[in-house]
C-alpha cells in the first residue's frame, strides 16, 4: 500500500479508540436512510465515520464541513461518508446526500463510545476510516489542531486507491468451487419442476422486535422459488450434495456437514431485474444456524448477470459451470449481481452439522411474526415495531 504510507505516520488517541489494523467494532444504529443499520453490510469501499458531536457546536459544524468538504470522493464506489451525531436536533436539520454521504442519529452515544469519540472524560471528536475488509485504517484526532485534522484528512482520502486496489495484490474470496456436484440430467429436471409449477416470490430474513420474519422488497431482492416436493428429487440431490461436495467442503474448510437445508430451485430473470443486494445470510436468531451456502448453477451457460459477488475481496464476480458449485460461508458479505440476460437457474441449500442443528430447534420460537394479545380496555398504545435489517442495500437508496 505504497500509495497511502502517510497513514503509517498518523498518531492514533488515547483510551477504547480502535487501532490500525483492528477490525472494526460492529454496531447497528439508525441512520438517516434506515431504522436499524448494520455497519458490516457495507464493506467493500472505504469508510470514513466522522464523529462530529452536534452541527449546533462551531467546533463539530467545523469537523463536519471538512469532510463534507470532501465530497467528490464519497460515491458509494471507492468510499462512503458517515456523519455520527449525538445532538437530536441534527436530525432535522443534516440531509445525506445519496449516493456517498449519509448519517448516524447516535443521540444515546453507544457507537460513539464504540469508537472512542465518548469515554469518562467526555467527548473527542475523531475520524475513522475503514478500508474495505472493515479493518481500521486511520483513527484521526480533530482536536486540539482543527486545520491539521482537515488536512490530514484531506491527504489521505485523496491518496487512497480504488477499492479493488486496496491490499496492493487481487484479492480472491475464500470460496470453494465444486464442479460436477449434479449431472447435467438432474439439472434439466429441476428446471423442468420450476417451468412446471411455477415459484413464488422469495423473500429474506430480517430481525422483527427479536423475531425473525419474512420480508418483500424490490428493492433488496428480485428472485422466486419453487419448493422442491418430490421426495425421489429431493433424495437424489440430498445424495449428490453428500457424495460429490461434503467431502470437498470438509477438505477444503475443515468443517464436516451433516445438515441440509431446504430443497429450492430458484430463478433470477433479467425480466423483471433479478438480483439480490449485499447480505450475510446468519444474522437472525432463525438462521445463525446455518454455516455455508451453496450456489449450484443448472444453466450457467444461459444467462447474463446474475454472478456471485464478495465486495470485501474485491469487485470480481464467481459463477459455477452447469452442474458445478459456489460454496461460501454464510458470515460473508455476499450479493446476486444485477441479471442482464435471460434466466438463471440454481439450487441454493445451506449446510450445517449437528451442534447447529440443536442451535436451529432451540430458536424456532423466534421464527414468524409474534400472535397479537387480545386488546385491554384502555391500554396504553405501543409504539411502532423497529425492524433490525442485517441485510442494507447502499447504492441507489432514497
Known amino acids: 500500500m505504497a500509495q497511502i504510507d502517510p497513514i503509517e505516520q498518523l498518531s492514533q488517541p488515547p483510551g477504547a479508540a480502535p487501532v490500525r489494523g483492528q477490525f ?28 462530529f458531536g452536534s452541527s449546533h457546536d462551531a467546533a463539530g459544524r467545523a469537523h463536519l ?3 463534507l468538504a470532501l465530497e467528490r470522493h464519497f460515491d458509494d464506489g471507492r468510499a462512503c461518508l458517515f456523519g455520527v451525531s449525538t445532538d437530536p436536533e441534527d436530525e432535522g436539520i443534516l440531509l445525506q446526500r445519496v449516493p456517498g454521504i449519509r448519517y448516524f442519529w447516535d ?24 478500508d474495505p475488509s472493515m479493518r481500521v485504517l486511520a483513527v484521526l484526532p480533530f482536536d486540539p489542531d482543527p486545520e491539521a485534522h482537515g488536512r490530514a484528512v484531506t491527504n489521505v482520502i485523496e491518496r487512497l486507491p480504488q477499492s479493488d486496489n486496496h491490499a496492493g495484490v487481487p484479492l480472491h474470496a475464500p470460496v470453494l468451487l465444486a464442479p460436477r456436484v449434479f449431472e447435467l440430467d438432474l439439472c434439466k429436471r429441476l428446471i ?52 460429490r461436495l461434503f467431502p470437498q467442503i470438509e477438505k477444503a474448510f475443515m468443517f464436516r456437514p451433516t445438515q441440509i437445508e431446504r430443497y429450492i430451485v430458484a430463478q433470477y430473470s433479467a425480466d423483471p431485474g433479478g438480483h439480490f443486494r449485499p447480505h450475510r445470510d ?11 451456502a451453496v450456489s449450484v448453477n443448472l444453466n450457467a451457460e444461459e444467462y447474463g448477470g446474475g454472478d456471485l459477488r ?3 475481496y474485491g469487485s470480481k464476480v464467481y459463477r459455477a459451470p452447469t452442474g458445478g458449485a459456489v460454496v461460501f460461508s454464510c458470515s460473508l458479505l455476499h450479493e446476486c449481481t444485477s441479471m442482464t440476460k435471460g434466466t438463471r437457474y440454481c439450487f441454493l441449500p445451506f449446510i450445517y452439522d449437528d451442534d447447529s442443528a440443536r442451535l436451529r430447534d432451540e430458536n424456532m420460537k423466534f421464527l414468524g411474526a409474534e400472535p397479537e394479545p387480545e386488546a385491554e380496555p384502555e391500554a396504553e398504545p405501543e409504539a411502532e415495531p423497529q425492524t433490525h435489517s442485517d441485510e442494507i442495500q447502499v447504492s441507489g437508496e432514497p
Not at 444515546?108 to 475503514?130: D, H, K, M, P, W
Not at 412446471?196 to 423475531?211: A, C, I, K, T, Y
Not at 418483500?216 to 419448493?227: I, M
Open 65 to 67: 464541513d471538512q469532510l
Open 24 to 51: 472494526a467494532p460492529d454496531f447497528k444504529a439508525r441512520s438517516s436512510n434506515n431504522p436499524t443499520f448494520f455497519i458490516d453490510t457495507v464493506g467493500g469501499r472505504f469508510i470514513v465515520l466522522c464523529f
Open 310 to 312: 464478495f465486495a470485501e
Open 107 to 130: 443521540t444515546n452515544r453507544n457507537v460513539s463510545t464504540l469508537y472512542g469519540a465518548q469515554s469518562e472524560q467526555g467527548f473527542r471528536r475523531l475520524t475513522v476510516i475503514l
Open 192 to 243: 423442468a419442476l420450476y417451468n412446471q409449477h411455477g415459484g413464488q416470490e422469495s423473500g429474506f430474513m430480517r430481525e422483527v422486535n427479536g423475531r425473525t420474519v419474512a420480508i418483500n422488497d424490490y428493492k433488496h431482492k428480485r428472485r422466486t422459488d419453487y419448493v422442491i416436493q418430490e421426495r425421489e428429487v429431493c433424495l437424489e440431490c440430498e445424495r449428490m450434495l453428500r457424495q
Open 282 to 292: 446468519n444474522r437472525t436468531k432463525g438462521t445463525m444456524h446455518r454455516k455455508f
